[in-house]
């Protein structure tokens, strides 16, 4: 409750729309997190929302102060969000003030504190019920059907575009043989389905301003069951290039080996045990798989028309995929530097 007084677009995200919107109240002022839910890409908000009330009320009970998990402002007839005239869905969050996020690491101490974050998180949704969880994007991370999707747009070609991308098609195909590997490993019961968050980079944790430690992980939309070794994977494939996910000049793109070994480290320093020795063995796969999955993701939007992810320019999408298949060759040439520093930590 208050006096309205601000409402500005806020973060970086590529999905919703988020505002900072600043309320006087009696005791000051007061700063939210105002959030249009994309509904082309959240379909069904109700289960989205119920997701979201139901890990945030078992991260509280497990002891998350106020600051350290996402806290709904429910609607005045107790809802998690309001559904306006025009269908769109909104949700507001108390602002976590005093706090930052980081679209890059701008140390290792940085990275290290979302490496322990995420996997922290990791280890404390491990009792969970996952049965109680929505599915809220089927196949999210399923790669041999990203790749089946990414031919369609290929072989659709709606924008008419395919024909410049040429060098980035046959990348991606040649390595078809690449995108059943996590899957074949759970088939082969050495990569057990978690409740994992699915999103991991590091501008999705906030770190405490004053002491600068990780405080709290946010973009709860895509919680469900997953992989360990995918929710370190994302996280490396944004945080451990030395440049931005968008950046055009691909010479300054290169994978930050020492930024791998940080994130090794805090990661399974949250994880406190909780992974096994084949699951650990897999996290450089989990590392190339959501390189190679992003980079076609963003590709197929561009040959798509840019349908999906939000855009400031027509080939953002496109140098986007660009900085992900870089990565993927970085990460094809530091291969057995990934794999020695993660057996390291096997028992
Ligand atoms: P998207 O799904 O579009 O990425 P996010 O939920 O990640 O949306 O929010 C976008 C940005 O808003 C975040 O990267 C962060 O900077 C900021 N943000 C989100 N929630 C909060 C919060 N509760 N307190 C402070 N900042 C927040
Ligand atoms: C999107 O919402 P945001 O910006 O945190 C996307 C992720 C991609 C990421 C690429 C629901 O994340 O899967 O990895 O962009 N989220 C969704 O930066 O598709
Ligand atoms: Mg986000």
């Not at 000051?28 to 009330?53: C, H």
């Not at 994978?255 to 996290?283: A, H, N, P, Q, W």
């Not at 798989?289 to 999906?308: P, W």
Request: glycine share 6%; charged share 30%; proline share 3%.
């Amino acid at each position: 409750s208050g006096i309205l007084k601000s409402c500005e677009p806020y973060g970086n995200g590529h999905i919703n729309d988020t505002y900072s919107a600043a309320y006087k109240t009696d005791n000051g002022e007061k700063r939210y997190i105002l959030q249009a839910v994309n509904t082309d890409v959240f379909k069904e908000p109700d289960k989205l929302m119920s997701n979201i009330e139901k890990v945030t009320a078992f991260l509280r009970e497990k002891g998350c102060g106020e600051r350290e998990t996402l806290s709904l402002v429910k609607t005045r007839d107790g809802k998690a969000h309001y559904t306006d005239s025009d269908n769109n869905c909104w949700r507001m969050y108390d602002f976590i003030e005093n706090s930052i996020c980081l679209e890059l690491p701008e140390s290792n101490e940085d990275f290290y504190q979302c490496a322990l974050a995420f996997g922290k998180f990791q280890k404390a949704l491990n009792d969970f019920p996952a049965e109680s969880l929505h599915e809220i994007i089927p196949d999210f991370h399923n790669t041999p059907k990203r790749y089946k999707d990414f031919l369609q747009s290929v072989s659709e070609d709606r924008s008419g575009r395919a024909h410049l991308v040429k060098p980035e098609i046959d990348f991606i195909k040649a390595r078809a043989d690449f995108y059943p590997v996590l899957f074949e490993n759970h088939s082969a019961g050495k990569l057990p389905l978690r409740v994992s968050h699915n999103d991991t980079k590091c501008n999705n944790v906030l770190l405490d301003n004053t002491t600068r430690k990780a405080l709290c992980v946010i973009d709860l939309d895509t919680i469900m069951p997953g992989f360990s070794v995918t929710d370190f994977g994302d996280a490396i494939r944004f945080g451990a290039s030395t440049a931005a996910e968008d950046e055009k000049d691909l010479s300054k793109v290169k994978l930050d080996m020492e930024k791998f070994r940080v994130y090794t480290k805090g990661f399974l320093d949250g994880c406190g045990g909780l992974l096994s020795d084949s699951e650990i063995m897999l996290l450089p796969e989990g590392a190339k798989m959501m390189t190679i999955e992003c980079g076609m993701r963003f590709l197929a939007d561009f040959i798509d028309g840019d349908k999906y992810f939000k855009i400031a320019y027509p080939e953002h999408n496109l140098d986007r995929c660009r900085t992900q298949l870089k990565l993927v060759s970085e990460m094809e040439d530091h291969w057995d530097e990934m794999k020695k520093c993660v057996s390291e930590y096997v028992k």
